[in-house]
Structures are given as structure tokens and as C-alpha cells.
């Protein structure tokens, strides 16, 4: 007994010096490289998501040094969805925040909102049981987002929900994905493409942080999660059906999309002018009115008479003029894929395109552009994330430009 008594005796002042695990946050930019998200003429999603995310890093390293900040992407680049999971998961992170922009064809649409794991959707029972561990504390963190959006005069009726979201449900720690705002909005995008508009959005994300990490250490996020409840309302005071009813209007944007090689990308600018900011929604909305009346109007080919049949001297045959395809991309991972993946099950045809490390699983293959879009609201519900993209000549362009190409 003595000689253990002098053991522990030795080793207390080991146990005295070892110091605790850090804290380890994931701070990630949404979209990346060739995957820009929503844009606003030239301004692109990928690179406003950068700016905020690069904003909040620097708060929280000058004020909360002792936590550990991994960014997914501090540069642009692109990252698959599961290879920003496994970046969080790797690390056995502590929290894991998903910055994003939202867009609709409705310019009225704006506001804030921010989303975690869907419980009932999680069909991975060991999935299930990481998000059943980690909802309390993911709900928490997204109403905390909410409600500081919300004391700076940011419109967060859009309120804190669960939904599908490939990051929210593959990752092993409390998950949030905020949107914060619409760039289709003219309010909207004045402020998310001006400089304090980003600096004041990372001043909210970061007094949400802050928050979170003061709850959770005190350990009252069940206290502190049942008041945002009460004091916001399950939409922030907005009732269901009005969200639902926005939410139809709205197209989700997708989590990967391709732009045209040659396309030049300008940074974030200084704040402009209210003229300057009429006169680019305006220009914007008149392109994308144009844009869809040009996929509508359907010209009339009228009747030919009936003539005699006339034998044609024989010619060489005129060669047919490309013409692009049209597919959905339901996911994308970084290993080989076989068609009978239980992911696939009621997938028919699916097809594989390699693109440097990754392999794209793409469903169908069609030249109607409007019957691959009709097909794209079913697909989502079983890939949240699925998308159409377009080739020409087996070689990948963007869908924008295969629009131009068909007849």
C-alpha cells in the first residue's frame, strides 16, 4: 500500500501538467474552385463565403485563442462535400459550421436561415446515433445564429429548421449550414457584396460562437435551447405555411456547379451606391427574364404544302451538328463506384465521369433540358444535393452555354 501511495505520489505532478484537449472548431467556406455557388453578375457565392469565413477566423484567433480553427478551404479551391466531412471528422472536431448564400427567381425572397441534421431522414443507423448525440447542441448553435442576425437588423424570419444536408448529416459533431441571405435580393445583395456588410455578417457568426461555446461550457444548452425556442417560434415568429410557400418558389442551389473556364471573377467590392445597386438588380433581373422567356417561346413552323416528290441527285451527306446532353449529378466521391451501390437502388441508367480525383455519378442522359429539370425535383428527394450538369461531345460544358446550342 505504501509503495503505491509513492507511485501516485510520483506521477501527480504528470497528471497536474498534462493539459487538456483544445477545442476544435471547422470553420467552412461554402463552394469552392470550379464549384461557385449562386452569383450575382460576377460575383460569385464561392468567393463571398471565403471572405466571411477568412472574417471570423481572424475574430476568433485574436479573441479566443485557446480553440483550435481548421478552415475546409482558405484559398479557391474545390472540395467534394465528403471530403469536407472527413476533414471535420478526422480531426474529431467539437463543431463544424457551414457558410453558404442563398438565391431565388423570386427577387422579394430574402432573409436568413439556418439549418441542422434532419433526425427522421437519417437512414445510417450509425449516422443516426452520431446525430442523436450531437441535434441538441446543433439546434442550439443555428437559433444562436438566428438570433444575432436578427439584433442587428438582419431579416432571420426564416428561423433555425432540420433538413437533409449531406454536411449536417455526415458529420460526428454538432453541424450547423447557415445561409445568410439572398443574393437575387436587392437589399440583400447590397449588403452581403459591400465590405461591412461581410464584416458585419462575421460580427454576428462570430457573437453566435461565442454564445455557444459560454452555453456549452456552463452546460446549460438544454436551458438555454428551450428559451430561443419559446422567444422565436419554430420560424422565428413566421408561420410554417409561409415558409413552405417561399420554399416552392425558391431553387435550391446546388452544392457544385459548373462555370465556363473562360469566366472572370471580380473580389468583393466597396459599398455601393444605392444607384449602382438598383442598376445592377435591374440589369440582372431584365437577363434573367430574357433568359427565360428565350426557353419558353417556342417559334411556329408553319405547314408545308404538299409538292410532288422529286428524285435528289446524290450529295455528300451534311454532318449533323453536336448536340448537348443533359444529366443529374447525384453525388461525387473520391473512389470507384459500382452501379449496384445501395445508394443507386431505383437509378437506372447511371453513368461515371472521372474528373481529376473525384467520380461523378451522373442518372440519365437526355437532350431535353426541361424534362432533366422536371426529373431533378423527384431526384432531390432522395440527393438534396443532386444537380443538372451538360456535355457536349462527351466533353463537360457549362449548362448555360449548352442552352445556346440547343435548337
Not at 449550414?177 to 457584396?193: H, K, M, P, R
Not at 417559334?299 to 450529295?315: C, F, G, L, R, Y
Request: charge should be neutral.
Amino acid at each position: 500500500m505504501k509503495k503505491l501511495i509513492f507511485l501516485l505520489f510520483l506521477l501527480f505532478p504528470l497528471f497536474m501538467s498534462a493539459k487538456p484537449r483544445p477545442l476544435v472548431w471547422i470553420l467552412d467556406a461554402g463552394h469552392g474552385g470550379y464549384d461557385q455557388g449562386t452569383s450575382m453578375r460576377e460575383t460569385l457565392e464561392k468567393d463571398l463565403t471565403l471572405s466571411i469565413v477568412k472574417e471570423i477566423s481572424t475574430l476568433l484567433k485574436k479573441n479566443k485563442p485557446g480553440i483550435k480553427l481548421i478552415l475546409t478551404r482558405s484559398d479557391d479551391r474545390y472540395l467534394s462535400l465528403e471530403e469536407r466531412c472527413n476533414i471535420a471528422n478526422n480531426a474529431n472536431a467539437d463543431l463544424f459550421l457551414s457558410v453558404h448564400i442563398n438565391s431565388a427567381p423570386n427577387p422579394l425572397v430574402s432573409g436568413t436561415e439556418s439549418f441542422y441534421a434532419d433526425l427522421r431522414r437519417s437512414n445510417n443507423a450509425v449516422r443516426n446515433s452520431s446525430i442523436v448525440r450531437t441535434i441538441d447542441r446543433s439546434e442550439l448553435l443555428a437559433w444562436l445564429l438566428q438570433k444575432n442576425y436578427g439584433e442587428t437588423g438582419r431579416p432571420n424570419g426564416r428561423g433555425a429548421r432540420p433538413k437533409q444536408l449531406y454536411v449536417c448529416q455526415n458529420t460526428n459533431m454538432p453541424a450547423v449550414l447557415t445561409e445568410v441571405g439572398f443574393l437575387s435580393n436587392i437589399q440583400d445583395a447590397a449588403y452581403l457584396t459591400s465590405k461591412s456588410g461581410i464584416r458585419q455578417i462575421a460580427i454576428d457568426i462570430y457573437n453566435a460562437l461565442i454564445e455557444y461555446y459560454t452555453i456549452t461550457q456552463d452546460k446549460t444548452e438544454k436551458k438555454s435551447l428551450l428559451a430561443l425556442r419559446r422567444s422565436n417560434g419554430k420560424n422565428s415568429g413566421v408561420k410554417a405555411s409561409k415558409i413552405k410557400k417561399e420554399k416552392l418558389a425558391e431553387v435550391e442551389q446546388p452544392l457544385m456547379a459548373t462555370v465556363s473556364p473562360t469566366q472572370t471573377f471580380v473580389p468583393v467590392r466597396d459599398d455601393p451606391t444605392p444607384e449602382e445597386v438598383e442598376r445592377m438588380v435591374a440589369e440582372e433581373l431584365a437577363a434573367k427574364v430574357a433568359a427565360e422567356k428565350a426557353e419558353i417561346e417556342v417559334p411556329v413552323i408553319p405547314e408545308k404544302e404538299e409538292v410532288p416528290e422529286v428524285e435528289e441527285p446524290e450529295t455528300s451527306p451534311v454532318p449533323t451538328p453536336a448536340v448537348p446532353v443533359f444529366s443529374i449529378q447525384l453525388f461525387a466521391v473520391s473512389k470507384e463506384i459500382k452501379v449496384d451501390d445501395v445508394r443507386l437502388k431505383g437509378y437506372k441508367p447511371v453513368n461515371f465521369k472521372r474528373s481529376g480525383n473525384l467520380v461523378k455519378v451522373l442518372y440519365g442522359s437526355e437532350t431535353d433540358y426541361k424534362l432533366v429539370k422536371t426529373t431533378l425535383v423527384t431526384v432531390r428527394q432522395d440527393f438534396p444535393d443532386a444537380f443538372v450538369v451538360a456535355y457536349l461531345n462527351d466533353e463537360p460544358i457549362s449548362v448555360a452555354d449548352a442552352l445556346k446550342l440547343v435548337p
